[in-house]
């Protein structure tokens, strides 16, 4: 196929270049979470798929190409990443240039994956192309971290999450389907520095994250509370929560299903999914002095029968 191929490894291996060029998720790529292939066919088949693979792996950031694939005028490959990012063959050192390699492209096509997934659980095999769609949108793919306010890289599935919150962010843990909290801002004139706080509910068997936020809508300074669910979107919705906060005589209420963690807490917030009081609203219904802001906010989360 590319020239130069039997030797391929071994060159690799003494060609020491570093290109700078961080891989990108490789810890699924390059294996723990993937088996080695064991595909459907022949066991000629099944080497000759292992082969293929080997070779559709970048030797720059050891991700798995796809089309477009470049080579060097050796015949040396590389994803189009890396070829937009350097200038000679990480291999041979020879000027780059812009080549395309037709061939690996099509076997590629003809290839059938396991899911990188596989060791968390998915079984699904998949054609070369519809591989990379399907695991963006796996459901056994890790969950990033719900906690909001900092940005936090961590991923895993939702029992590591839950105890990732507990140790690393401190976040409070409430077992059952009703509560109450109250939140007291000292300042409630500031909301420039946006203010979040995160709660996990254990009920049903499952998680649930309550978000309670202040933060400017345009122009206006709002407080919001919201619930996500930490598992997929299919068991969310299976879900059901209200919310309400009041005090002297008024009161506000949510009704809403809790959207899955795998939506960012942003685009939850963004999306006004949730509990909005208005700051002059809030100072009503916190029943205070309007130098502080004490809200009370009561909620329940229940199951819809199907
Ligand atoms: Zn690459
Ligand atoms: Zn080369
Ligand atoms: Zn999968
Ligand atoms: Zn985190």
Redesign the pocket.
């Known amino acids: 196929m590319t020239p130069g191929c039997s030797t391929y490894e071994a060159i690799i291996e003494s060609c020491n270049v570093d290109y700078g060029i961080a891989p990108e998720s490789v810890e699924f790529r390059a294996s723990p979470y993937r088996k080695s292939s064991t595909l459907n066919g022949s066991k000629r088949g099944i080497s000759s798929n292992i082969v293929v693979q080997e070779l559709l792996e970048c030797p720059i950031c050891m991700n798995v190409m796809h089309r477009p694939i470049h080579?060097?005028?050796?015949?040396?490959t590389l994803c189009s990443k890396c070829q937009s990012k350097v200038r000679c063959?990480?291999?041979?050192?020879?000027e780059l240039g812009n080549i395309r390699c037709l061939a690996l492209e099509c076997v590629a096509e003809s290839l059938e994956l396991p899911c990188k997934y596989q060791i968390l659980g998915c079984q699904d095999i998949f054609s070369y192309h519809g591989q990379l769609w399907h695991e963006q949108n796996c459901k056994f793919r890790p969950y990033n971290c719900p906690y909001a306010g900092a940005e936090c890289h961590v991923t895993g599935d939702i029992p590591f999450l839950v105890a990732h919150l507990k140790s690393d962010h401190k976040v409070d843990m409430h077992d059952g389907s009703t509560f109450n909290h109250i939140y007291v801002k000292f300042n409630p004139q500031d909301v420039e520095n946006a203010m979040w706080m995160l709660t996990v509910f254990n009920c049903y068997g499952h998680q649930f994250c309550l978000h309670f936020e202040a933060f400017n809508l345009g122009m206006a300074p709002v407080f919001m509370a919201f619930i996500r669910f930490m598992g997929d979107d299919h068991d969310a919705r299976k879900f059901t929560y209200s919310l309400e906060v009041g005090a002297s005589g008024r009161k506000m209420t949510w009704q809403g299903i809790p959207k899955s963690i795998r939506d960012s807490h942003t685009k939850v917030r963004d999306s006004m999914d949730g509990l909005i009081i208005q700051r002059n609203m809030a100072l009503f219904l916190s029943g205070g002095n309007r130098q502080e802001l004490k809200l009370k906010v009561a909620g329940r989360i229940w199951k819809e029968e199907a």
């Open positions: 080579q060097c005028p050796n015949g040396h063959c990480p291999i041979c050192r020879h």
